[in-house]
């Protein structure tokens, strides 16, 4: 059988192409950028077509005109919105607002569990979050060696 793999900016257009009709898209995601609210290869993301955009949120974004990417939402000024994964531990990404192409709304398990990403608690834990940005570096050392051995 021949498969075929398309690049991710391939399959990110369609997922966009598809929330002009379709009020909701799963999407699973790549990468170790949104840790620990979002475990990249383990689990998905269900995407709605953004209202707004808001500090906080988690948003699919074209960025830097070169790739997109599924982070938070750190600032926003004027038309300029700044992005980080919480798994990341720096480096600037901006886009326009009119570059989001959807927000994050659940997280989805493996098993098929949804998580909403904006229930009070889940919104104060990604803010304490981003103030232990100075020693993320070592909490996600831990992490990586200890949860994330299990679930993969």
């Keep these: 059988m021949n498969t075929k793999t398309l690049p991710n900016n391939e399959v990110i257009a369609g997922v966009i192409s598809v929330l002009e009709t379709t009020p909701r898209v799963v999407l699973p995601?790549?990468?170790?950028?949104?840790?620990?609210?979002?475990?990249?290869?383990?689990?998905?993301?269900?995407?709605?077509?953004?209202?707004?955009?808001?500090?906080?949120?988690?948003?699919?974004?074209?960025?830097?005109?070169s790739r997109y990417v599924v982070h938070r939402v750190i600032r926003i000024d004027g038309d300029r919105v700044q992005l980080m994964g919480d798994g990341n531990l720096g480096g600037e990404e901006f886009?326009?607002?009119?570059?989001?192409?959807?927000?994050?709304?659940?997280?989805?398990?493996?098993?098929?569990?949804?998580?909403?990403?904006?229930?009070?608690?889940?919104?104060?834990?990604?803010?304490?979050?981003?103030?232990l940005k100075p020693v993320r570096r070592w909490i996600l050392a831990v992490y990586r060696r200890t949860v994330l051995k299990f679930e993969n």
């Design 29 to 65: 995601v790549k990468g170790n950028s949104m840790l620990p609210f979002i475990i990249g290869g383990v689990e998905s993301v269900e995407l709605v077509k953004p209202q707004t955009v808001a500090v906080g949120d988690v948003v699919l974004a074209w960025i830097n005109d």
């Design 95 to 131: 886009c326009r607002q009119s570059d989001v192409k959807a927000r994050a709304e659940y997280v989805i398990s493996r098993k098929g569990h949804r998580r909403y990403l904006y229930a009070p608690w889940r919104v104060r834990a990604s803010r304490l979050w981003w103030t």
